[in-house]
């Protein structure tokens, strides 16, 4: 079965560095197709926050930064601020599914 | 800039059928795809499906073939979806998204399907 895994939660205070994962299978991420990932903020629309793995989409802070390996993919946040506290999602194809997949969310909480 | 503004909230009965609008603008509508993304209370965010705006071709996420279909109208840059055989299930916010790399998204309709 098709999913895209990620923890429910991860939290660092002000200044900290966290990571998000997201560990997919062969039908997705590691089948080379790219990972996109996305910031909620309650009660507002997603928004694209990297595309292609690594890019950052445009007005996103360099604190912010992706990366892909095999199956799995990372976004990490190098010196956490108040206002990076959101839902993060992350998105890749998938071929078995013939269409886009998301992971479950990770509420980033900043102590 | 870019926008896509989607339609108002929508109060249903089980069993009815519920169509919401994306209206774009900023941008030349023919050029780019449309994704339909919805969000139940409290989850994440479900994939389900993209129209190729250029052609109409269709691409429905399994979970819902049969009873989602997606259309444009060219002529006023909207978006469509509609949602049939509405269950308590089908209550979520209804986003549409551009393009393959979903970079703008409207600002949600809200479906509460109720008895």
């Known amino acids: 079965q098709s999913v895209l895994t990620q923890p429910p939660s991860v939290s660092g205070a002000p200044g900290q560095n966290v990571t998000i994962s997201c560990t997919g299978s062969s039908s997705n991420i590691g089948a080379g197709y790219d990972v996109h990932w996305y910031q909620q903020f309650p009660g507002t629309a997603p928004k694209l926050l990297m595309f292609?793995?690594?890019k950052r989409s445009s007005g996103v802070p360099e604190r912010f930064s992706g990366s892909k390996s095999g199956t799995s993919a990372s976004l990490a946040i190098t010196g956490l601020q108040t206002e990076d506290e959101a839902d993060y999602y992350c998105r890749a194809y998938d071929n078995s599914l013939s269409g886009s997949l998301f992971g479950g969310g990770t509420k980033v909480t900043v102590l | 800039q870019i926008q896509l503004v989607q339609s108002g909230g929508e109060m249903k009965k089980p069993g009815a059928s519920v169509k919401v609008s994306c209206k774009a603008s900023?941008?030349?509508?023919?050029?780019?795809?449309i994704n339909w993304v919805r969000q139940a209370p409290g989850q994440g965010l479900e994939w389900m499906g993209w129209i190729t705006v250029s052609t109409g071709d269709t691409y429905y996420a399994q979970n819902f073939q049969g009873r989602f279909t997606m259309t444009t109208d060219t002529s006023t840059s909207t978006a469509y979806m509609e949602l049939t055989s509405l269950t308590s299930n089908d209550t979520a916010v209804y986003y549409c998204?551009?393009?393959?790399?979903?970079?703008?998204w409207g600002q949600g309709t809200l479906v509460t399907v109720s008895s």
């Open positions: 900023g941008y030349n509508f023919h050029s780019y795809g």
């Open positions: 998204a551009r393009d393959a790399d979903f970079d703008s």
């Open positions: 292609g793995n690594t």
